[in-house]
């Protein structure tokens, strides 16, 4: 099992783009679980727990440069080390 003491905290917000600017590297050697509105879910690319949102890529939609546009959803936040 982990030690929760030697786990960074979680920021309100985290990005799992390598360039953003709320891309957090260590806290990505860890699992971390997302929770929106009680589920979990698999697919988060960003969060902010203080804003309660969570950023999807998109399906099938992509931008002028082939990444795939973020659809943002709206609920209670949660993010926990799993």
């Not at 786990?7 to 997302?34: A, K, T, W, Y």
């Not at 931008?63 to 209670?76: N, S, W």
Request: hydrophobic share 30%; glycine share 8%; proline share 10%.
């Amino acid at each position: 099992m982990n030690d929760t003491t030697s786990l960074p905290p979680l920021p309100d917000r985290l990005s799992g783009n390598p360039r953003s600017p709320h891309h957090v590297e260590e806290i990505f050697e860890h699992h971390v679980r997302i929770l929106l509105n009680g589920k979990e879910r698999f697919d988060v690319e960003e969060y902010c727990i203080s804003e309660g949102w969570v950023k999807i890529p998109s399906p099938k939609a992509l931008d002028r440069r082939g990444q795939p546009l973020m659809v943002t959803l709206k609920g209670t936040v949660e993010a926990l080390y799993g």
